[in-house]
């Protein structure tokens, strides 16, 4: 190619490198370009000056603030935060309303509960009472009064059975991790447990009755302490009361 | 990891890997957003610029290929397009830098202990410095401004040839400085 047709080329490679040619001036270059390889090596080494230009900046710090920022920009942070803590209308629904069906069980489920311990004390006391009255009607029963310590009451004995029912008056309530316990007393003062009760708060009187799988009549006399929750193998509490047979 | 290349952590953010990530934003942050603030002289600006930028290295990781370059340049390249994207958003008059700057200067005169590579762009920047002022006018606006060589006319009020003579010979010196 005639050096007087290449030279305009030439001259526009460095502005083109840069991109600084004007429009009208591009097309006639890359056109040249295509068929001129001197031209092509001249723009090689401009466009190779030009992107070590990018870096001739002294580095700036940017603030640090950055990229916390950037960071929660990223789609991934976006995704794990939806994950964590974002999530939609309906999501959210959905978790409160599965909320508020856990509790409704939960509290169903105490109610329950709760209702099924009533049943076990009223069924435990109409067969204490049903026994009581059985033993009133045994021609054999002996009947001992309670009167002790402002206590009064009534103890039956049926020494054929070895069954005992108990009716005390004014027992004090007791608190939920405290039992009335009752025990047979030989002519050793030896205790032997006959079992725990509790009053019950909606009558004016306990009852408590109970077949043992000791025999009666070995015994001098019934005893009723106050023990912790579930009893004891032997007395440890206040004595309530004392009845000799 | 932070030992690791350049494109091997390019290729663990492709996968998704926001440590391989961040390890790349404090490699280079400084240079983009250097690059960012020449560009748009407005630091809240060229703060989002940096952003875009990053942004962009985290979803087109997988378009770069280390054979075609290094990732410093692509990512300058790409600073420089978002920046100068930015510049038209805004249709703000381009503003030359100020070399008396007391924070303009690279940190630090070379030194012993200071990466070659890093040595290179700062022997380039010197020697952009020590063009004249008319010259480095015009590669300020032509490169960090993207303004063609008319706009360049308008903008300074210098005849277009003007313009295109001391544009090209800018280029030359700093060609002929920078291979020697």
Avoid at chain 1, 181 to 192: F, K, M, P, T
Avoid at chain 1, 201 to 211: E, H, M, Q, Y
Avoid at chain 2, 129 to 152: D, K, P, T
């Amino acid at each position: 190619m005639p050096s007087n047709k290449h030279t305009p080329f030439l001259e526009n490679i460095p502005a083109y490198a840069l991109g600084a040619l004007d429009a009208g001036q591009v097309a006639a270059l890359e056109s040249h370009l295509e068929t001129c390889a001197s031209c092509r090596g001249e723009l090689a080494a401009y466009r190779a000056l030009s992107e070590d230009l990018l870096m001739a900046i002294p580095p700036k710090t940017p603030p640090a603030s950055m990229r916390r920022q950037l960071q929660s920009k990223l789609p991934s942070s976006h995704r794990l935060s939806s994950r964590r803590m974002g999530w939609s209308l309906g999501q959210s629904a959905l978790v409160f309303a599965l909320g508020v069906l856990l509790l409704l069980n939960v509290v169903s489920l105490l109610q329950m509960r709760s209702f099924q311990q009533q049943q076990a004390q009223l069924s435990h006391q109409l067969q204490s009472e049903q026994t009581a009255l059985a033993l009133l009607s045994y021609p054999g029963i002996r009947t001992i009064p309670i009167n002790a310590n402002g206590i009064t009451g009534t103890l039956l004995l049926d020494d054929d059975r070895n069954a005992v029912a108990l009716f005390a008056w004014n027992l004090p309530q007791l608190p939920a991790n405290q039992t009335y316990q009752a025990w047979l007393i030989d002519s050793q003062e030896e205790r032997v447990s006959l079992g725990v009760f509790r009053s019950d708060p909606t009558l004016p009187f306990t009852s408590f009755s109970i077949i043992s799988s000791n025999k009666i009549a070995n015994f001098v006399g019934i005893g009723v302490t106050v023990e912790p929750s579930g009893g004891s193998s032997q007395p440890t509490g206040p004595r309530l009361f004392r009845v000799g047979f | 990891m932070s030992d690791l290349e350049d494109a091997e952590l390019v290729e663990q953010v492709a996968r998704g890997s926001e440590k391989a990530f961040l390890l790349l934003y404090d490699r280079y942050a400084s240079r983009v957003h250097a690059l960012s603030l020449r560009t748009l002289n407005d630091p809240m600006l060229a703060e989002e610029a940096t952003q875009d930028t990053f942004l962009k290295l985290w979803s087109r990781a997988q378009l770069f290929s280390s054979e075609r370059g290094s990732l410093l340049v692509w990512l300058l390249t790409i600073a420089r397009r978002v920046a100068l994207d930015r510049l038209r958003l805004e249709a703000r008059r381009p503003s030359l830098s100020d070399s008396n700057d007391p924070a303009d200067v690279w940190p630090n005169i070379p030194d012993e202990n200071t990466l070659s590579e890093e040595n290179r762009w700062r022997s380039l920047y010197f020697a952009v410095q020590s063009l004249s002022v008319e010259h480095r006018q015009v590669i300020e606006l032509a490169y960090y401004q993207g303004l063609s060589q008319s706009e360049i006319a308008e903008t300074l009020g210098w005849p277009l040839g003007t313009v295109k003579t001391r544009l090209r010979a800018a280029m030359e010196q700093l060609r002929r400085e920078w291979s020697r």
